[in-house]
């Protein structure tokens, strides 16, 4: 490739055979954060000792570390003793967006894999009988047979659609026609699909997250673990308009005061020039 930088996300041993490439190779080496279990040791408590020395050689030698969070600049310090830049996600603000009557589907959007809790959102479908819920998400390597087990339990309710896989450009057809986006997930950064989510002025609820506390009511519902709290707050979204519109609104307005992608490309230029000239002038 003979790219001047590379940038890589997610942790494993691939984080430090990139950063000791880049190394010998005089280039610039970026990594960017994906989850809590980056930030938190969890990664490194429940890896082989080859994923853990090759993972904290990786950060250690990063010349710079992105974070999409608040919360995980401060565990990224507290755990490693590592500074980083906040930097959110970059989205394109679209230029219209479905009113309240038009959205019909209560949605989750995730690989189908354990961590993902898939099952949970298909037992929250089981409370709604009547509503529409839809399933957007495509197996993990090595995990076939757990992706099957799933499909044929959604199958088997009336009221979800499963799509499984689907290209990323076709992501936002079905956001703009999601009443609620639901994460179920045991860890995450702040995923892509959330802040997609909010794009198109829908609001979320996290099951297990709560990322930097933005899903403290005026973006979304944070559950606290609680399906019951789940079922409630999907209830209050889908059948009270005058509260699915005023979050709908606050959705929209965070995202384009926040996560315009010209206003963030331009902070990752600024990043991206200043680390380049500590090698290029």
């Keep these: 490739v003979d790219a ?5 996300r997610a942790p494993g041993a691939v984080t430090g055979i ?12 970026f990594y960017m954060v994906a989850s809590s279990q980056d930030v938190d040791r969890s990664y490194i408590k429940n890896t082989s000792i080859k994923n853990k020395v090759l993972y904290k050689y990786g950060l250690r030698n990063a010349d710079c570390i992105f974070v999409q969070t608040k919360d995980f600049k401060k565990l990224l310090y507290k755990n490693h003793k590592l500074e980083s830049y906040f ?13 309240y009557h038009e959205k019909k589907y209560i ?13 949970i959102f298909i037992s929250l479908a089981k409370k709604y009988p009547n509503s529409k819920f839809l399933m957007i998400g495509g197996p993990l390597t090595g995990q076939k047979q757990y992706y099957s087990s799933i499909e044929k339990l959604a199958k088997k309710e009336k009221n979800i659609i499963f799509k499984g896989h689907l290209r990323r450009d076709r992501i936002g057809h079905y956001l703009s026609q999601s009443l609620v986006l639901v994460n179920t997930s045991d860890r995450e ?6 802040t997609e989510a909010w794009n198109y002025g829908v609001p979320v609820i996290g099951l297990n997250i709560n990322p930097d506390n933005l899903l403290n009511g005026d973006l979304g519902f944070y559950c606290k673990g609680d399906f019951n709290l789940m079922v409630e707050y999907v209830n209050e979204l889908v059948n009270n308009t005058a509260i699915h519109k005023m979050m709908s609104d606050r959705c929209m307005k965070y995202v384009a005061t926040n996560h315009d992608i010209k206003k963030i490309s331009l902070e990752i230029d600024t990043i991206l020039r200043a680390q380049l000239n500590k090698y290029y002038g």
Excluded at 107 to 119: A, C, D, L, Q, S
């Design 4 to 8: 001047d930088a590379y940038f890589q």
């Design 87 to 99: 930097v959110r996600d970059g989205i394109h603000i679209p230029k219209k967006v479905k009113l």
């Design 18 to 29: 990139l950063a000791f490439f880049c190394k010998i190779k005089r280039k610039s080496f």
């Design 107 to 119: 949605t989750f959007i995730g690989g189908v894999r354990p961590v993902k809790n898939p099952e």
């Design 189 to 194: 950064g702040l995923p892509n699909t959330i």
